[in-house]
């Protein structure tokens, strides 16, 4: 009978996120992500929220945003929408890290800033489909998440332009970039850092 290996799927749980981003052109070394706002700003968000162990129900939806993106090249008003589909597959993820209470208090308000950017940069009708906005809206009277970052939800769903929306979240995302870690994900941050420059 064989084993899974947890040590793996955390390994595929990172590098889902990392596919599906760079397929999506929302990869830091891919200067198209500057074409999408928002979309870079939620990228930019949901890389910080990641946990260490992202559930197969998160990989695999990962997993369809990447295949979403590989699928770009066809026609622009069918590209349009493949894309919408996948930043709103990226959004239900980062709700349910937003939602995650084992999660730190600065990771749940990044993903609450991914999930707003991701699904503010789809139209209305894609996020009712979706039912991001009802996920989103049941986060509103959660205490253990910021007020700012909740304060955006509303913004959104008022219907306000992407540049309006982006100047809402920017602060949120910094302010939870630059709050503390808990010892040991900083730690791994450490680590991931160290790694990066041997």
Same mark, same amino acid.
């Given at each position: 009978?064989?084993?899974?290996?947890?040590?793996?799927?955390?390994r595929?749980?990172?590098?889902?996120?990392?596919?599906?981003?760079?397929?999506?052109?929302?990869?830091?070394?891919?200067?198209?992500?500057?074409?999408?706002?928002?979309?870079?700003?939620?990228?930019?968000?949901?890389?910080?929220?990641?946990?260490?162990?992202?559930?197969?129900?998160?990989?695999?939806?990962?997993?369809?945003?990447e295949?979403?993106?590989?699928?770009?090249?066809?026609?622009?008003?069918?590209?349009?929408?493949?894309?919408?589909?996948?930043?709103?597959?990226?959004?239900?993820?980062?709700?349910?890290?937003?939602?995650?209470d084992?999660?730190?208090?600065?990771?749940?308000?990044?993903?609450?800033?991914?999930?707003?950017?991701?699904?503010?940069?789809?139209?209305?009708?894609?996020?009712?489909?979706?039912?991001?906005?009802?996920?989103?809206?049941?986060?509103?009277?959660?205490?253990?998440?910021?007020?700012?970052?909740?304060?955006?939800?509303?913004?959104?769903?008022?219907?306000?332009?992407?540049?309006?929306? &982006?100047?809402?979240?920017?602060?949120?995302?910094?302010?939870?970039?630059? &709050?503390?870690?808990?010892?040991?994900?900083?730690?791994?941050?450490?680590?991931?850092?160290?790694?990066?420059?041997?």
């Amino acid at each position: 009978m064989e084993t899974e290996d947890p040590g793996n799927e955390r390994r595929q749980g990172g590098r889902a996120l990392d596919r599906a981003l760079d397929a999506l052109a929302l990869s830091p070394k891919r200067p198209s992500s500057r074409a999408f706002p928002l979309a870079s700003l939620g990228a930019r968000a949901i890389r910080f929220a990641a946990p260490r162990s992202p559930s197969r129900r998160d990989a695999a939806l990962l997993s369809s945003a990447e295949q979403l993106g590989r699928s770009l090249d066809r026609s622009a008003i069918e590209s349009s929408a493949l894309r919408e589909q996948a930043h709103l597959i990226l959004a239900l993820v980062s709700c349910h890290w937003a939602e995650d209470d084992e999660l730190s208090h600065p990771s749940r308000d990044a993903a609450l800033v991914a999930a707003i950017a991701f699904a503010g940069s789809a139209s209305s009708n894609a996020r009712a489909a979706f039912a991001v906005e009802d996920r989103l809206i049941g986060l509103l009277n959660d205490r253990g998440l910021g007020d700012d970052a909740r304060a955006s939800i509303r913004t959104l769903v008022s219907g306000v332009d992407v540049a309006s929306l &982006a100047r809402s979240l920017e602060p949120a995302l910094e302010r939870a970039m630059a &709050a503390p870690l808990p010892l040991a994900r900083a730690r791994g941050r450490t680590r991931r850092r160290g790694a990066k420059r041997s």
